[in-house]
């Protein structure tokens, strides 16, 4: 997979167009949702002179319209406009956009240059570096979609403004994982603050040294064949956190179930490779009072097993994997884990949180 | 792009076998449309117990399935099947099926492995090697693709005899190109033979070596940035061919419209490049006996050249560019033809083809 520019800069009009005049593509095309097209492009097109002239694409709005016939029209409309296979589209937006735009880029003609300008702070931590690019197919998330790079990312913290504190968190919980994979430095510089409380230039320092802890985990292995598999850390319970919200049409934010997960697979290290009880407690006690708790009781446990069992991280499907630690930066991936340990660690969690 | 491994063998079930036990996938699956499904599939299972004991998924034939509704299907019977992204599906079929099959299975779960067993010749000279995926996105054909290597592709004469002789010749004009961009030794041996005559295990030497010419080619510039562009000898002409034939809606079989497009790109090659006269002679004299003549008449240079502008492989709209050739394997790419040369090289095809 090739290489990709990852600039971190709060000009980011004077980045694009610097990026765009060494791609020196034919045609440039701008992908937004209604909600950037509306908050963030009248402030891009002022900033950048190449985003003032591309040809702009609107999709949908939020994860539910990542879908394929929000492809096919991103596909249809680059087409009709004349797009060739030396265009450039620029995906400005969350992560919904980044994965989607990405995705249409990667397959039209078979695959052409793109851009990501992510505006969210989860967009810029979690979707920004690994090339994961995909859809929804009905209810299965991102069961369609390649690995690859974009040309360039610009990761700003320009229109975090825009974001209300729920979203903040929710990116900032990825950066909790990404310090919890890395060491105990990086743990203690994240878990003293609070993410909305700080300036934006500090804010884009930290979220610079998040992204490149990611990033070198994915360089090393980016078709996720085994160590990339440690970003899968607190994503298991995670996952099966947010899907059960969803069931019970009460959604939480992705980074919020993140935040719950974490919690619980710390338990699962700490019970299966001893890891630091006191790190533990000051990791959930952070949690319990940023972001509060997901409400969940024994009568949850075998549909939470079930949608665990469900992972496409799974080998088989009578196993459970997990990514865990032995300590802060001691990861262990490919661990298996037995039911009766799960609930042992969900009773724990539960305790951890006050639920 | 990972490299394949590329087996010529009339031995294909011992073939399939092998390389399934290598990959050794916890599922397995089989990709054929209905005329496979008749005539190839039955055989196929007798002759492999991975293919005997892999789970089918049937698509219909033809061009105009190779789209994104059939692909759809493919991803959600895979889906519904248990598929993970540690499965296998192996493309039974010609090149609707192995460049839909290839498509579906490098985007779903983000790539899975895949093997193409070609079934026409056609497909086993022209698609097996290259990794260029794809489907059709309304009338624009192969729209919508990536380039991904399949693991494998076991290429074999054995299923050549459910071909008519019409499908035989239309593969044989793909091999005569690679001989153009190879050597005059290539191009001899082809020229001297009429395909339908010829022993399998002949033929099955015979496209060994012209695959082989092709593999170089493109292992040298997988993503055609430069001499992959060599493989569209014949081609610029050719889907100009094609596409007319299909809106008087009297189709010609592709390997037909390569042939015809070969005739008209050695005049230009004559023309522009000093390509020698007897060659050409020769050459065209070949394809008059054996592929007959497209009927075609001044009248129908104005359309033939608009479509000649509308192809992808165009850098500009204002431009037609043409692969041509000094000689026999001297090749020059990226050759801008202006309208009235083209006519002129029409004129000549014409003559040349006693239409």
Redesign the interface.
């Given at each position: 997979m090739k290489s990709q520019e990852l600039v971190f800069t709060n000009n980011v009009g004077e980045a694009i167009d610097a990026i765009v005049g060494e791609i020196n593509p034919?045609t440039v095309f701008v992908l937004v949702d209604v909600n950037t097209a509306s908050f963030v492009l009248p402030r891009l097109q002022a900033l950048s002179g190449a985003v003032a002239n591309a040809t702009v694409i609107t999709t949908k709005a939020g994860d539910m319209h990542k879908n394929?016939e929000s492809t096919?029209a991103i596909?249809?409309r680059l087409?009709e406009e004349?797009a060739?296979?030396?265009s450039l589209l620029i995906n400005v937006g969350g992560g919904v956009i980044t994965d989607m735009g990405a995705f249409a880029a990667?397959?039209?003609?078979?695959?052409i240059s793109f851009i990501n300008v992510p505006t969210s702070l989860l967009g810029a931590v979690d979707a920004s570096v690994g090339g994961?690019?995909?859809i929804n197919?009905?209810s299965?998330k991102?069961?369609?979609?390649?690995?690859r790079q974009a040309d360039s990312v610009i990761v700003s913290t320009l229109f975090f403004n825009t974001l209300s504190s729920e979203e903040l968190r929710s990116g900032y919980a990825e950066m909790l994982k990404h310090a919890l994979l890395q060491d105990k430095e990086s743990f203690d510089r994240l878990i003293g603050n609070h993410v909305e409380d700080l300036a934006p230039d500090t804010l884009l320092d930290l979220l610079q040294k998040s992204v490149l802890i990611k990033k070198n985990i994915v360089d090393t292995d980016p078709?996720e064949k085994s160590i990339r598999k440690s970003l899968n850390l607190g994503h298991t319970a995670g996952h099966a956190f947010e899907s059960l919200a969803l069931e019970r049409k009460s959604p939480i934010p992705h980074g919020y179930a993140v935040a719950y997960g974490l919690v619980t697979e710390l338990v699962l290290s700490h019970m299966k490779l001893s890891f630091p009880s006191d790190v533990l407690h000051r990791f959930a006690s952070y949690v319990k009072e940023v972001y509060g708790a997901f409400d969940f009781t024994c009568d949850d446990y075998p549909r939470l097993i079930a949608l665990m069992r469900h992972d496409?991280k799974?080998?088989?499907?009578a196993d459970i994997n997990f990514t865990l630690l032995r300590n802060i930066g001691d990861v262990q991936i490919d661990c298996v884990i037995a039911e009766d340990d799960i609930k042992t660690a969900f009773d724990i969690t539960r305790d951890l949180l006050g639920i």
């Open positions: 034919p394929l096919k596909w249809k087409g004349g060739t296979r030396h990667a397959t039209f003609k078979r695959g994961k690019t995909g197919l009905g299965l991102n069961e369609i979609g390649v690995f078709e496409k799974n080998l088989s499907a």
